[in-house]
């Protein structure tokens, strides 16, 4: 047993966490940068925070990830780490020549109180910034919030270059959330065929699933570019994916330059996208077209061609709220039974909306914004069930408590595929599905006795 | 890859050059001391800058104190409580990320290796001081787990706002009676990369708990392992041989170690140093404090297995001891060669980059060297100036801001516990025999003339020495393997290995074989181009002519 020491009795813990369902705001904030096209992260803090949030991306997206540091010795963590960011900024501009250095803070940097714009006013009067080139940044201190927060800190920092605009330009910005390379992509699609012009940020396709040629590029063709953020202050209006990870952004934009918006949930499954698709085309003006349609009616097919294995399948989730509202409303779509929910990032908003998703469910449901693994464990050996669906972390309950595992959310470290292969929109749902059923039946197969045994299941 | 690389040619001072040229320059005087070209000057070493800062702005392939301390050093022990104190991402980028194995064989079968413990440090914990919750934390952790020892690891906020971790652990410890609670100022912005989270480490672990077991251990031939993981299973490869041989390794520093182990590390009649960067003081601190000799050890490949063994048995001086020893090497090698001989013909004569954290730069070439591979350039991430140059010049070492910041502990004879293993003529004996006792020549001897040397590489020199030497493989840490595939070389993990393992030992020296065999031949590196980019030009032929 790798967790031999979880109690089966669940008490209260008021200071410790054990086996966390989070981790913090900078590499939120470091994966957000990375969809700035031309953009180097940089982290103003100690080296080993860059170091493991680079790690963690690397492991999870099996790409390279690039990203500076301020290096901060004790000296800085006494003096401020004004000097070091400062020739931080004339370095990264003279040996990697980005287009843009996006900077978060760490816990260090905000505990001793660095103030990043009037560093980078600093750096602006003595010319370390290059003309044309941006510097951005984001207060992302590690003892608030989450990984999500950070995400959303650095999406809020590039929405603060939008510049208002009183001519439209006719698109719609999407912010489309903490999701894979492969999901922006997808979500890119999707709009594309309703036939709506989108101004998407961040996007980190093209930058996190590049293809190997024997050339390195630390900069890739893909991302948002600057031009294109500062004209979403122009845009017809704003979908916010997530209200977690993309709110935030799209609000601003909404009071700074009066670009209306709508949050919505994650085009996770059946009904997220399907509001999705719909509010396009309603704020686009466009039709639907067959395709579309096509493609819902195939995950539809196959919620019914599948559903026998799927009826009253009792299902643990954990994960980031974003992603765990649409992913438990999929399950309750397909009359699944997601029970044990947890998310390790606070938000009472998460609780209710959980609440109002699987009311309809006869079952208790055991949901917990702020929680951890170590809980979520204790509420599966108090009550089992068929299935669970979480990052790599999982595995570890997975295998102690005999339960097939979806591998879904971040970090996934032991899998790979999921940076190319979507799970947003309706294609998405059918791999959702697909991931799901195989690893029931595949269960199945591996207990069920020879004489039950069978090739047509 | 392949032939066409074989044609590149490169003068090392070219190449030193050309991964200046772009620096600013003041970065560039800076990085020309770290970056050394190797060239085996008659009895002396060419100096190298080392344990540096590492410029802001430049990406570096190294970690944080913390990440040493908690990551590196205890992290692979199995029966202790390991808690992060400090904000969630410590405790969580550490959670089993550096595929220590353990196999919980301990006398409570305690293992918390599986668990990331954290205080998960709030704003309020940050502006009203996180004593309180610390406290309470070790409380829970105890209520929990009952275990034997709970370690706290300090991350920056922590020494920021003057929380005193090791006042509380103090307290703690003395509530509870039967727990020991002590702590770790491993704060990341402490020193200059992992290696002084080592330091810390290792001198907490040799504060608390060494010397204070009271199980005697009664096996002949005993020795401790410093410096030894147990990624990818290296560890139980070593010990494996060890007790084939009859040597009883009591207590490894820290792969899968047990806080008894650490606790009687006292009783060994030997120390033998595997990596020497991470705990060559600890050595040092068992040898003045009760009297255990150490000597530098390799487990990483099969002659340097042999030749550690030999070392060991000589030691030693026990004739069964030694034919045992040899029947063993006899018996182990008989696989390695099989292997070997199968695998050098599509090794020979490629050539690989190393720049791994400590030791494992160097170790690793004697690996390389088996399969005819030539290591052009090398260097480590955290290592200091004798890792490089041999310990020879440790009382020559300038002792900088950042390293005073960390603690050197003076030890003295143990009044009861000291007790020298062997006498002066014994140890003079030995030397004779060729035994060298607290030696280590570092990374330099090794090298071939001409090579090329680097300190702290970073990504931008990595990117420039493969474009420009094109090795037939990079080793390097995660972070690096992407951005050098991208170029279309080829790179191992030598820190966590990514997959695989053991590599250390004979059973691991065939795995490295194998290994390596399939990362430098693998075919994915002839696909890299596209039929019509090899030749784009159309010409006017129809396909089915």
């Not at chain 1, 994960?319 to 929910?341: C, K, N, R």
């Not at chain 2, 401790?224 to 520093?253: A, V």
Request: hydrophobic share 35%; proline share 5%.
């Amino acid at each position: 047993m790798l967790l031999r020491h979880t109690p089966t009795e669940i008490k209260e813990r008021k200071a410790l966490m054990i086996n966390p369902a989070k981790t913090c705001q900078p590499i939120g904030a470091m994966y957000a940068a990375l969809g700035i096209k031309g953009c180097l992260p940089h982290s103003h803090g100690s080296q080993g925070c860059c170091a493991y949030h680079r790690s963690t991306l690397t492991r999870h997206y099996k790409e390279p990830i690039s990203a500076a540091t301020s290096s901060f010795t004790e000296g800085a963590s006494v003096f401020g780490g004004q000097a070091n960011l400062l020739q931080a900024i004339e370095n990264i501009f003279t040996v990697y020549e980005p287009e843009v250095i996006a900077v978060h803070t760490t816990c260090l940097s905000e505990t001793i109180g660095d103030d990043l714009p009037q560093i980078f006013n600093k750096a602006e009067k003595e010319n370390k910034i290059p003309k044309g080139k941006t510097v951005l940044g984001a207060p992302t201190p590690s003892y608030v919030g989450s990984h999500v927060t950070g995400f959303s800190n650095m999406v809020k920092a590039m929405a603060v270059l939008a510049e208002p605009s009183a001519r439209k330009n006719g698109k719609i910005n999407i912010i489309p959330g903490w999701v894979e390379p492969s999901d922006m992509e997808e979500i890119k699609r999707l709009c594309t065929l309703v036939g709506t012009r989108i101004n998407m940020f961040p996007d980190t396709s093209g930058v996190l699933d590049t293809p190997l040629t024997g050339k390195y590029s630390m900069f890739p063709k893909g991302g948002a570019s600057i031009a294109d953020i500062r004209d979403s202050g122009s845009g017809i209006g704003t979908l916010a994916l997530g209200e977690w990870c993309s709110a935030d952004a799209a609000r601003l934009l909404d009071s700074k330059c009066k670009v209306p918006c709508s949050v919505l949930d994650m085009p996770f499954g059946l009904k997220a996208t399907d509001r999705f698709i719909d509010i396009l085309r309603t704020v686009a003006g466009t039709s639907v077209p067959d395709e579309i349609a096509v493609e819902r009616g195939k995950l539809v097919d196959m919620i019914s061609d599948m559903h026998q294995y799927f009826y009253g399948k009792k299902v643990a989730l954990a994960g980031d709220p974003d992603q765990l509202i649409s992913m438990t409303e999929f399950l309750v779509s397909i009359d699944m039974h997601p029970v044990h929910i947890v998310s390790g990032t606070s938000g009472k908003k998460f609780e209710k909306r959980i609440k109002e998703i699987t009311a309809e469910m006869e079952c208790e449901v055991n949901v917990k914004a702020g929680g951890d693994l170590f809980l979520f464990h204790q509420w599966i050996k108090n009550e089992g069930v068929d299935l669970i669906i979480g990052n790599s972390y999982c595995k570890y309950i997975a295998r102690d408590e005999d339960l097939p595992l979806v591998r879904w959310g971040f970090p996934i470290l032991d899998r790979q595929g999921h940076q190319h292969f979507p799970t947003v929109g309706y294609k998405g749902g059918l791999r959702l599905l697909e991931q799901i059923l195989g690893a029931l039946l595949d269960r199945r197969d591996r207990d069920d006795p020879e004489e039950s045994f069978e090739l047509v299941l | 890859m392949g032939k066409a690389h074989k044609l590149v040619q490169w003068d090392p001072h070219n190449v030193k050059e050309k991964l200046l040229e772009k620096y600013p320059p003041k970065v560039a005087r800076k990085r020309a001391k770290q970056i050394m070209i190797n060239e085996a000057l008659e009895n002396t070493t060419p100096e190298i800058v080392a344990n540096v800062r590492t410029i802001p702005g430049i990406i570096t392939m190294r970690g944080c104190t913390y990440a040493g301390c908690k990551g590196v050093i205890m992290g692979p022990t199995s029966d202790i409580v390991n808690l992060a104190h400090g904000p969630i991402g410590c405790g969580f980028y550490a959670w089993l990320t550096r595929r220590n194995q353990t196999d919980a064989k301990n006398d409570t079968n305690s293992n918390y290796i599986t668990y990331c413990m954290s205080t998960d440090m709030h704003d309020s914990d940050i502006i009203f001081g996180g004593e309180k919750k610390l406290a309470a934390a070790i409380q829970e952790a105890y209520d929990i787990f009952h275990p034997k020892a709970i370690a706290v690891f300090a991350t920056c906020p922590v020494g920021l706002i003057g929380d005193d971790i090791h006042a509380v652990a103090r307290n703690m410890k003395e509530k509870f009676g039967d727990c020991n609670v002590f702590a770790f100022s491993c704060e990341g912005y402490k020193g200059v990369s992992q290696s002084a989270g080592h330091h810390i480490a290792n001198n907490q672990v040799f504060t608390h708990v060494v010397g204070s077991s009271t199980t005697e251990k009664n096996q002949k031939f005993k020795i401790n392992l410093l410096g030894e993981y147990n990624i990818g299973g290296d560890g139980f490869e070593i010990d494996r041989i060890l007790e084939k041989c009859g040597i009883t390794n009591i207590s490894t520093f820290s792969g899968n170690a047990t806080y008894d182990k650490f606790a009687s590390a006292n009783q060994a009649d030997l120390s033998c140093v595997m990596c020497h960067r991470s705990i060559n003081y600890v050595a040092d601190m068992l040898e003045t404090k009760y009297g255990i000799p150490w000597i530098k050890i390799n487990f990483v490949g099969a002659e340097a297995t042999a030749k550690s063994l030999r070392k060991i048995a000589t030691y030693f001086n026990d004739q069964e001891l030694i034919d045992r020893v040899e029947a063993v090497i006899a018996e182990e090698m008989v696989a390695v060669s099989e292997v070997q001989k199968e695998v050098y013909p599509r090794t020979v004569d490629k050539t690989a980059m190393l720049f791994v954290g400590g030791s494992r730069a160097h170790h690793y070439q004697e690996l390389f060297k088996e399969l005819g591979m030539k290591t052009i350039s090398a260097g480590y991430e955290f290592g200091h100036r004798d890792d490089y140059e041999g310990r020879d010049v440790i009382p020559f070492l300038k002792t900088d801001a950042d390293s005073r910041n960390i603690e050197e502990i003076h030890v003295e004879p143990d009044p009861e516990l000291f007790q020298p293993r062997k006498t002066a003529e014994e140890l003079a004996a030995l030397k004779k025999a060729g035994v060298e006792f607290k030696s280590y020549d570092g990374l330099n001897p090794v090298m071939d003339n001409g090579t090329i040397v680097v300190d702290d590489l970073n990504q931008y020199e990595a990117e420039k020495l493969v474009q420009l030497m094109k090795p037939d493989l990079f080793c390097a840490g995660i972070k690096e393997k992407f951005s050098i595939q991208k170029l279309g070389v080829p790179m191992k993990q030598l820190h966590s290995y990514d997959s695989g393992g053991p590599y250390a030992g004979f059973a691991g020296a065939t795995n490295f074989y194998r290994e390596i065999d399939r990362l430098v031949n693998s075919k994915v590196w002839n696909y890299l181009k596209a039929p019509w980019q090899e030749k784009p030009e159309l010409s006017a032929t129809y396909v089915w002519e």
